[in-house]
């Protein structure tokens, strides 16, 4: 890679006679042509799916692995999109991954703060316990936090959708690790100015968290708004459904999965461009983040 | 806005438990004067909303859709609200059933009804249907059988579905397989079929019964369909899986003689339903799901199939048989339900019973004697053709096991189909598998 980038002085000639600008071009676009090729290649899933969801159905059935939607049709979208109830499962997804991310990193970073900065007894053994929850899939603890929410009476509601996951061992365990590395000196100096330990967590350690705190906000949303298992079976009423549930069964078709194809990738644009949205906002911020989880520095 | 309630309530819950949960005693579901229906078949109640015409549609989502609102229409003081699952619905039932708030009605299929009334979850309907007036000896013998557990009625079904054999008549025709009027001759035994096989293949190049590896249409149902053709059965006297068989294994090696000769076809299915459909493979083994989709094709001049008729799935053996299956309403209220919140669930049962034709329009086979043999039924589209698939229909497992059942034998029979294992080797394999889930139940 660095011979493609490596500076050239235009002045300098070649033994050969050719121009060494030109040489380097000709890499460059070695470079672009192989690296585009396997772009299109990693794109061409979606490139398809985007295609299929402007054809129509019976062309599609004629030619599956047709790219170029012509005859070109709205009608998959025009389907989802005229369904009075789409709108709503938009506002749930959003709300309820808006509202989980919010709490989480509250009560998350409280809790980190008091595992990372506060000296108080089980204090280890309480944080191994935390930690142990990060080992235990939630399919394995369904059917008793349905239980609960069912207990509570409060399936099919936003509550339901939001609660199960605010307390999220990974982002305690990240949020600890992080204020661990924040210098203990800048509390002192702000308790010897009289501040509380609240202000210290307000004013002090929150505002050097942005990082992790931007990394944490990335993931939870997205994982908030792609999570599947919990919203199919908490929110079943169909005002309740989330956009990820309810695009399923929208586009659900009965029989084999040569069916409706138009249809089923429709729905996954539509319920996937607000995360391409998101992701192309938040890029940079999501690829540090991924390197903050995964320990590359 | 229940939803919008629905935070502070949490709050104002979650510091109250005990009260909350107090509470709680209360039983959604002791309400009768809303039925709680659960099924799959998609989500289109907006779509449909204050429709309570049929029309002309053929799609399952509608005509379920309609039927619940031609309910609702006439009779206002028991609603039904539906709510649709994602097929088969069983995550979202087994939750609801271990927090003790099941809806009314449920859709199920029907080779699921032993692991849920075997536990109790599922209410025996014998009597209740008697009651409201549902024969259940009007019900097609293997149907009848499908949904019988220990004797008892769990379910009323609404179709039959599975395997045809969905047939191009003009390349038919080309192999000199289409009678002076218009009708396919339809070969009858494992000679004819090679007969009519050798025809197709010299005439059009392509297989008498495309199909494909990839799906469990184009392995496990269609070795199910020869093996119930020749009286095989995957199940033994106790109940226990039986696929390691001299029946079963002969069945194996006649699908993978007659893959080797090319008359059933290899692949993808997908690309086999495509080149259908492109006039380029005479005939596939494909689902009554189908039927509707391909009779639209031929309505589209641009497409190449323009003659199509649909058959039983082929008769290679001693006797008729096809892989199939029905889907199923049931009551999951349990073993000891109250009578009258079952007697109203059965009242909705009994209206979608008499709507068994309506189904049918998706394709479908009827389970109904009596609406088989009527002039309407037999004047859908393509329903005298295969009119007979029904009653033979050989249905998975009704047993405890079955849940894998179709998953382990598409694994096995694909692995000895592509010649990763031997015929033997394979259902050797399907069989302990089959053995250990059959232990755990």
Known sequence: MSAVVRPVDPAQGSRDGRSPRRRVDLRRVLFFAIFGAVTFLWMLPAIWSLAASFRHESDIQRDLIGLIPLPFTLEHYERILGDGLVSRWFVNSFAVAALRTAVQILICSLAAFAFARIPFRGKRPLFILVLLGLMLPFEAILIPVYLLFADLHLHNTWAALVAPDIASPLALFLLTQFFQEIPKELDEAAYMDGASRLTVYRRVVMPLATPVLATLVIFTFLGTWNEYLWPLVSATDRDAMTVTIGLRKLAETFGHQVRDLGLKMAGAWVGGIPILIFYLIFQRRIVSGIRLTSGFK | MKIRRALPRFVAAAALTSVVAAGAAQSVAAQTSELDLWRFFNECTSQFEGVT???????????????????????????????????????????????????????????????????????????????????????????????????????????????????????????????????????????????????VLDATGSP??????????????????????????????????????????????????????????????????????????????????????????????????????????????????????????????????????????????????????????????????????????????????????????????????????????????????????????????????????????
């Not at chain 2, 007697?343 to 049962?349: H, I, N, T």
Request: with cysteine.
């Open chain 2, 53 to 199: 015409e049929l029309g002309d549609t053929t799609d399952v989502c509608a005509v379920q859709q309609i039927l619940a609102n031609a309910w609702n229409a006439e009779h206002p003081e028991l609603q039904v609200k539906t709510t649709s699952l994602v097929r088969p619905g069983i995550v979202e039932l087994n939750a609801a059933l271990a927090a003790g708030t099941p809806p009314d009605i449920m859709s199920l299929h029907a080779f699921r009804i032993p692991t849920y009334a075997s536990k109790g979850a599922l209410t025996p309907l014998t009597s209740y249907l008697a009651e409201a007036g549902i024969d259940v000896d009007d019900l097609l013998g293997p149907v009848r059988d499908a949904v019988t557990y220990n004797g008892e009625v769990y379910a009323v079904p609404i179709d039959v579905h599975g395997a045809l054999w969905h047939i191009n008549l003009d390349l038919w025709e080309k192999a000199g397989l289409v009678d002076e009027s218009g009708n396919p001759k339809i070969p009858v035994g494992l000679e004819e079929f090679k007969a009519a096989c050798k025809a």
């Open chain 2, 208 to 441: 008498i019964l495309g199909s494909g590896d990839d799906d469990v249409l184009g392995t496990a149902w269609v070795w199910a369909s020869l093996l119930a053709q020749n009286g095989g059965s995957p199940v033994d006297a106790d109940g226990m899986p039986n696929v390691s068989t001299p029946e079963a294994l002969a069945a194996l090696n006649t699908f993978l003689q007659l893959r080797a000769d090319g008359c059933i076809g290899s692949g993808e299915i997908a690309k086999t339903y495509e080149s259908f459909v492109n006039g380029d493979v005479a005939s596939v083994a494909a689902g009554t799901w189908q039927v509707n989709e391909w009779d639209k094709q031929v309505a589209d001049p641009a497409a190449a199939l323009k003659r199509y008729y649909v058959a039983p799935f082929p008769q290679i053996g001693d006797q008729p048989a096809s892989w199939g299956g029905s889907h199923t309403w049931v009551v999951p209220l349990g073993a000891n339900a109250d009578p009258e919140q079952v007697k109203a669930a059965v009242q909705y049962l009994k209206h979608a019973w008499d709507h068994n034709l309506d189904w049918t329009r998706t394709g479908h086979a009827t389970v109904r004697q009596s609406v088989a043999d009527s002039p309407e039924y037999q004047a859908l589209p393509h329903h005298s053709e295969y009119l007979g698939f029904g009653e033979h229909a050989a249905y998975n497992p009704s047993t405890m096991w079955s849940v894998g059942y179709d998953q382990i034998m598409h694994e096995e029979l694909q692995a000895a189909l592509l010649g990763q294992k031997s015929a033997e080797q394979a259902l050797s394999d399907a069989q302990a598998r089959l053995v250990d889930i059959a232990s755990f139940q």
